[in-house]
């Protein structure tokens, strides 16, 4: 079998050191040597992390980005476009100054190298709306949230403290029957360490618990933010990786900044025909 060399790169996003944070993938390749999706599945089966990004050359600081799962393609991911950043800005030797732009199918999304060496995120807020609390998110959290509000992709789940959040023990088999693909459970946090916590799950698309998650905060800091009257955030995901971030709401987008490590590099020989 015929094969091609692709360089390769897993990066802990939202992580201060290496084998925290949520690993991501990040594959490149150049604009003339496309890949059809259904290899980008098959490779992003492979690696098995919750996103593999793939990303390619557009113009000046400018790239193409897609995500996926191990099982399915999604239109927008915070941690693998930080890992992106971090290979484009340290890696690729094509960025010119501190700012690039990526096109997705959630539209371009914009990433600065801030002074302290952290890549912050320049995503579109997701307001939620209130929705009932039901028993089928209930049984398949197996806890009560306060609250339910619910986002074009996501349900959020609003309890009353931390530890409630770290409690949670979900059935993955129900929660990946519910009518959206990720559910987050938040509380604010009372132990002062920072001013939300989160869990996301999201086994309908083969992942059941995101180690930290970027796209969710698209819809957790317009929501805290009102709750809590600031623009400026600080975020933990209670994973047992974990996570820190800092959200900022700017108009009708968030900016999430967290740093990143690199962790591996290297090629990935993949079947052409």
């Not at 992580?15 to 604009?31: D, I, L, Q, R």
């Not at 320049?122 to 939620?128: E, G, M, S, T």
């Not at 009353?160 to 979900?170: N, S």
């Not at 955030?233 to 690199?262: F, K, N, W, Y």
Request: proline letters at 7%; a negative charge; hydrophobic letters at 40%.
């Amino acid at each position: 079998m015929n094969t091609r060399p692709l360089p390769l790169w897993q990066v802990d996003a939202f992580a201060s050191e290496p084998f925290t944070g949520n690993p991501a993938a990040v594959v490149t390749f150049g604009k003339d040597s496309m890949l059809d999706e259904t290899l980008m599945q098959r490779i992003a089966n492979e690696n098995n992390l919750s996103e593999t990004a793939f990303v390619w050359p557009v113009g000046p600081n400018t790239y193409g980005i897609r995500w996926f799962t191990p099982n399915a393609e999604i239109d927008l991911c915070g941690h693998a476009t930080l890992a992106a950043a971090h290979v484009m800005f340290s890696v690729s030797g094509t960025v010119e100054g501190d700012a690039i732009t990526f096109q997705s199918k959630s539209g371009d999304l914009g990433v600065r190298r801030l002074d302290d060496n952290r890549l912050e995120l320049d995503f579109p807020a997701k307001p939620v709306t209130p929705r009932d609390v039901d028993d089928a998110l209930c049984k398949a959290l197996g806890a009560t949230p306060l609250e339910v509000h619910v986002g074009d992709r996501d349900l959020l789940a609003v309890f009353q403290r931390r530890e409630d959040i770290e409690a949670i023990t979900p059935d993955f088999g129900a929660l990946a029957k519910l009518d959206k693909v990720g559910i987050i459970a938040t509380a604010s946090d009372d132990t002062g360490d920072v001013d939300f916590v989160s869990r996301f799950f999201a086994p309908a698309v083969g992942v059941p618990e995101d180690p930290v998650t970027g796209s969710a905060h698209c819809a957790l800091a317009p929501f805290w933010g009102e709750r809590l009257g600031t623009d400026t955030m600080t975020a933990r995901q209670l994973s047992p990786r974990g996570g820190h971030l800092t959200c900022t709401l700017d108009g009708d987008r968030v900016r999430i900044a967290g740093h990143t490590v690199e962790v591996l590099r290297g090629i990935m020989n993949v079947p052409v025909e």
